[in-house]
């Protein structure tokens, strides 16, 4: 549906790959749509160990291409959309927070009046 499940606050010059086995450890599901930033054998592995399926493109660079379901890959748009909505939010988009666990607690916040539209 679009919706968030759990989130993670990272530092800004960190890569969106090393959060990703802390955001998906304890929730269940059976595909990962992930975009290109995500590809990486070490997550793959991770997600056939658990018996999850893995939808997301080679990067452009990658040596061996990976078949994906691009009508399957299509849906990603409504984690795309949530993230529009969520930079709506001034003091989200704008990062008017001083510390890190007010910011996450106003993202808390602009996600809860997001699912309450």
């Given at each position: 549906?679009?919706?968030?499940?759990?989130?993670?606050?990272?530092?800004?010059?960190?890569?969106?790959?090393?959060?990703?086995?802390?955001?998906?450890d304890?929730?269940?599901?059976?595909?990962?749509?992930?975009?290109?930033?995500?590809h990486?054998?070490?997550?793959?592995e991770?997600?056939?160990?658990r018996g999850?399926?893995?939808?997301?493109?080679s990067?452009?660079?990658?040596?061996?291409?990976?078949?994906?379901?691009?009508?399957?890959?299509?849906?990603?748009?409504?984690?795309?959309?949530?993230?529009?909505?969520?930079?709506?939010?001034?003091?989200?988009?704008?990062?008017?927070?001083?510390?890190?666990?007010?910011?996450?607690?106003?993202?808390?916040?602009?996600?809860?009046?997001?699912?309450?539209?």
């Amino acid at each position: 549906m679009g919706n968030p499940v759990k989130l993670l606050l990272s530092g800004g010059n960190r890569a969106d790959i090393t959060q990703a086995e802390d955001l998906i450890d304890d929730v269940s599901f059976e595909v990962l749509l992930a975009d290109k930033g995500y590809h990486s054998q070490a997550l793959e592995e991770y997600l056939t160990n658990r018996g999850i399926d893995f939808c997301c493109p080679s990067k452009s660079n990658s040596l061996k291409k990976r078949n994906y379901d691009k009508h399957l890959y299509k849906e990603r748009n409504l984690v795309e959309r949530f993230f529009n909505l969520l930079k709506q939010f001034r003091r989200v988009a704008t990062r008017y927070e001083k510390t890190s666990q007010n910011y996450l607690a106003m993202i808390q916040f602009a996600s809860c009046m997001i699912l309450l539209r």
